[in-house]
């Protein structure tokens, strides 16, 4: 939902959204935990400008609640299809 509002904040509206994650679980201290996040986005997006597509994803991951929650490193690969 981060995502749809920024991407509507920059006045593009999307056909299709597919975004993939891939999680690092190690046994650390405190027991099993979710270490990394490695987020890979496709987004179809029909004139978009490849700037202002990348600026709302990592907008999107930088106020992302989730994000902030899990407390892990959490990188992105965000591209227009």
Excluded: W, Y
């Excluded at 270490?35 to 978009?48: D, F, G, S, V, W």
Aim: hydrophobic share 50%; glycine share 4%; proline share 2%.
């Amino acid at each position: 939902m981060a995502l749809s509002a920024q991407l509507d904040n920059a006045g593009l509206k999307a056909d299709a959204i597919d975004t993939k994650a891939a999680l690092t679980f190690e046994k650390i201290d405190a027991g099993f935990t979710i270490t990394k996040i490695h987020l890979e986005l496709r987004a179809k997006i029909p004139n978009a400008d490849d700037a202002k597509f990348q600026k709302a994803a990592a907008d999107a991951k930088a106020g992302c609640p989730v994000s902030r929650l899990l407390k892990a490193e959490i990188t992105l690969d965000a591209k227009l299809v």
